[in-house]
């Protein structure tokens, strides 16, 4: 697992917790975070969303620097799936 993998589960454990439904970081060429009613873990597993970035678009939506819906409308962050769980998980990363 990377480093940017195993930071990111921490992160998301201190911001989040766990979450009611399913959403799957996909980090591009690094791995991905899993974050549902069982807390955040590294897997790559099915959920009602993923969301993929390139580590440094996700680095900074994590450390605040970077708005998630900003990054969407750019194009530097893409969802696949449930939209409406998208917007609840950036509702908690806020």
């Known amino acids: 697992m990377s480093d940017?993998?195993?930071?990111?589960?921490?992160q998301l454990?201190?911001?989040i917790g766990t979450f009611d439904g399913s959403v799957k970081f996909v980090i591009e060429d690094e791995g991905a975070v899993m974050v549902d009613q069982d807390g955040v873990r590294a897997s790559d597993e099915e959920a009602d969303c993923t969301m993929t970035a390139d580590a440094e678009t996700f680095q900074g939506i994590l450390a605040?620097?970077?708005?998630?819906?900003?990054?969407?409308?750019?194009?530097?962050?893409?969802?696949?799936g449930d939209m409406g769980v998208a917007m609840k998980l950036g509702g908690a990363l806020s």
């Open 4 to 10: 940017i993998v195993t930071e990111a589960v921490t």
């Open 13 to 15: 454990s201190q911001k």
């Open 64 to 80: 605040g620097e970077v708005n998630p819906t900003a990054a969407f409308m750019s194009g530097r962050l893409k969802v696949d």
